[in-house]
């Protein structure tokens, strides 16, 4: 008998098995797509040669999560590739305010009667970011905080609503931006939390960058699986569960899953009923024939390019995918452009750009005319440079990766108490009605992104059960 299953090779999924694989305990992961990766992919989807993330491109939390620096995923080819500027966010008269790895490169780009508000508001946590990095994205059940001083300091400007904060600010370069980097998981600005988010993001920049992985995000899953493997695991591929009698025999269950998938493959029943999805995404990979032709210089230099006139502007999107249920007329964008810093990303003199923008959920529509209006406003001749492109609206998202309801790439709506408290109101989120079965996806603290920590604080509870069995 195995000691551990894992169900879903994702980011999480791998950590997790890696973890509990790390403590000598017999771990197995099945996935059912051909390869691992989950939203850390990297295929060629417009034309030979060009190589895309069909998810997540860009990783700041990635490269700052305590799970992934714990491990020695470079031995194994992961390497991160830094771009001039971590992000950009061009206005239209073809200036732009970045998120720079100097706070002070960030600060004079907000103007002179924003840049002090800016540097006092990031000040405080620049020097604890490793520490507090650790203390809220861990569980106080799974490890007590190092530095609770900072983390509550944090806390108290992190929770309230991103439109709070805003107010710190006079201009609205900075404004825009900030709204940018909430919107980065779909967050209503006046959400719960929402702060955090925004703020989080920018601590990232400045510390860790906002990297790509050289050859595309799929490096860091199998970096994780070769760990895997070398630690005695295994993994098999191309094998879809759809009930428990389905895997062998185990101690324990980890499922890098929604809840909702959950519930049916473990006969749950309702269990996760009140789980709430959030919007959808609508995504395009683009084949170029050159750089995007940005109007703003600094977004020529940017791995990352948030897209959107104003905080107003912004804000109008999120609430039409949100709220209104109808897809917003001029997008917010999230763009990334990995081959202005990875040129093994597409043949030479050519480029990938990967956009995408918000959606009801499971919206059925097509975006693509009002994204490309939108790009072209801040990039004109944008169209021209345009090869090929791969589109994927929600129905396409959800059909790739599973987890992905509806087209909800976070596994879940992070607005109101679910922002921190996810899947359910719970003091142990990671486990289920049943003993010897835990969840372990983005759908659980602390979120969604491509850091591992779900999986990694999931195995902390699964390792002290099977200590105690």
């Known amino acids: 008998m195995l000691d551990a ?3 879903g090779a994702g980011p999480n999924g791998l950590t997790a098995a890696v973890e509990l694989a790390r ?10 797509k051909g390869t691992v990766g989950g939203g850390a992919r ?35 080819g992961l390497e991160w590739l830094h771009p001039e500027l971590p992000m950009a966010h061009p206005f239209l008269d073809g200036t732009a305010a970045v998120l720079s790895r100097s706070v002070g490169e960030t600060a004079a780009s907000f103007g002179p009667r924003d840049a002090g508000a800016y540097r006092r508001l990031v000040t405080p946590f620049l020097h604890r970011w490793d520490t507090l990095v650790r203390d809220f994205m861990s569980l106080p059940l799974t490890a007590l905080p190092r530095d609770p001083v900072t983390l509550a300091r944090f806390g108290l400007v992190g929770l309230p609503p991103s439109t709070w904060l805003a107010r710190r600010f006079h201009d609205e370069r900075a404004r825009t931006l900030l709204a940018g980097l909430v919107a980065h998981v779909m967050a209503p600005l006046n959400g719960f939390a929402t702060s955090a988010i925004g703020l989080v993001f920018a601590l990232a920049a400045h510390t860790r960058g906002w990297p790509v992985a050289r050859g595309g995000s799929q490096a860091i899953s199998d970096a994780l699986a070769a760990h895997l493997r070398e630690l005695g695991g295994t993994v ?26 959950l519930a049916r493959i473990a006969g749950f029943g309702d269990h996760y009923a009140r789980y709430r999805y959030g919007p959808g995404v609508f995504k395009i990979d683009y084949a170029l ?25 912004i804000g109008a999107a999120l609430r039409a995918a949100s709220r209104e249920n109808r897809a917003p007329d001029a997008p917010f964008l999230i763009t990334v452009q990995p081959s202005v810093v990875d040129p093994t990303r597409a043949p030479e003199g050519k480029h990938v750009f990967w956009v995408y923008g918000h959606v009801p959920h499971g919206w059925t529509g097509d975006l693509t005319d009002a994204i490309e209006r939108q790009l072209e406003r801040f990039a004109p001749g944008f169209r021209d440079r345009v090869l090929a492109r791969a589109t994927a609206g929600p129905p396409e998202l959800a059909a790739r990766n599973a987890n992905y309801v509806g087209g ?28 010897a079965v835990f969840i372990c996806s983005q759908a659980t603290p ?17 390792w002290r059960r099977l200590r105690q069995t």
Request: with cysteine.
């Open 5 to 7: 299953v894992v169900v």
């Open 23 to 32: 403590r000598g305990f017999s771990v197995a992961l099945f996935e059912a």
């Open 42 to 76: 990297t295929e060629e989807l417009t034309l030979p040669g060009f190589r895309h993330d069909p998810c997540s491109a860009a990783h700041p939390l990635a490269v700052s999560s305590p799970a992934f620096r714990g491990l020695p995923l470079e031995r194994h």
């Open 236 to 261: 098999h591929t191309d094998y879809e569960v759809k009930r428990l009698d389905d895997l062998p025999p185990a101690r324990a269950y980890v499922f890098d899953t929604s809840p909702t998938a």
């Open 289 to 313: 024939d050159g750089p995007v032709p940005w109007t703003a210089p600094e977004a020529r230099r940017a791995g990352t390019v948030q897209i959107g006139a104003d905080s107003e502007e």
């Open 408 to 435: 909800d790439i976070a596994t879940g709506a992070v607005s109101g108490l679910q922002t921190l408290l996810r899947p359910k109101l719970s003091l142990y989120p990671y486990a289920t009605p049943h003993p």
């Open 446 to 462: 602390p979120g969604p992104g491509v850091h591992g920590m779900p999986g990694h604080n999931a195995a902390k509870a699964v």
